[in-house]
């Protein structure tokens, strides 16, 4: 497993390939190529929140989103309105080709 910094995320990876990169995968999406289903909504309702997972493949990586939203969140005396930390998980696998 590779865990990478944001400072050496930010300057292997810039806002340049992340649009380029959207954008690719959209086109995939629309051509069928990507399996993105709708976002699973796990509610915590005595807590007025939730923990959203957002699942996605395509031929040659996986990756999972996984963003919670407890709106009521505290930290000592200052309240989070929207607490979204999340984890996102990408897999790779050599090409079938």
Known sequence: MLILSEQEIQCMYTMKDAISDV???LRRKQA??????????LPFPCYD???LYMPS??????????????PHNCFGQLSAR???????D?????SPE
């Open 49 to 51: 929140a939730s923990i």
């Open 32 to 41: 069928g190529k990507v399996i993105a289903p709708d976002r699973t909504v």
């Open 82 to 88: 929207f607490f979204c930390p999340f984890s996102s």
């Open 23 to 25: 954008k690719e995968m």
């Open 57 to 70: 493949a395509e031929k040659r990586a996986a990756a999972v989103k996984v963003v919670s939203i407890f």
């Open 90 to 94: 990408v897999t790779f696998w050599p």
